[in-house]
């Protein structure tokens, strides 16, 4: 079978080996409440989750799960242990900075929101984007009515701001 069809933390599992740990970002590990809540529901989740499989898991299959929920476990107390949690109801309300709701305008004057948060937050699926994305940066520190380019592998785009405001 080619490598290419392989999961290498699966594959290094089952050699004996340990599992990968999940990288942990250079970047300081700014957090809004919210995304401080849902790394602390997930840890619970997980310990949860953990002490389940070790009162009912035998097989190799529960033993592999087990590792990985360890090594998740891991991530996340590290990333709560760096938390910097930051109150957006405490932003200026005239920059654009982390924590902040942005609404902006593209070039064919489609309107688009964006939330800045932090890293583990980030989810383009609901607009939240990181505070250390290209989107992100070239937001930063901008006010309503400038104009920035937002540099994208698929084309720039230039977004004019719009609105900002901030939530707890």
Known sequence: MSRAFVNEERFEQANGKE?????????PNYVTPTGALELQTLEESLIAE?????????DTF????IAEIERDLRY????????ILVDPSKQTHE??????TIQVQDDSGAQHTFHIVGED???????????VSPLAKSL????IGDTVIWQRPAGNINLEILD???QS
């Open 50 to 58: 953990l002490n389940h499989l070790k009162l009912t898991a035998e």
């Open 19 to 27: 599992l990968v740990e999940r990288p942990i970002s250079e970047h």
């Open 62 to 65: 529960a033993k592999d799960k």
């Open 76 to 83: 996340v107390r590290a990333r709560l242990d760096s938390a």
């Open 121 to 131: 937050e980030a989810d383009a699926s609901i607009n939240k984007v990181s505070w």
């Open 140 to 143: 930063i520190g901008q006010k």
């Open 95 to 100: 920059t654009v900075l982390f924590g902040a």
């Open 164 to 166: 900002i405001h901030y």
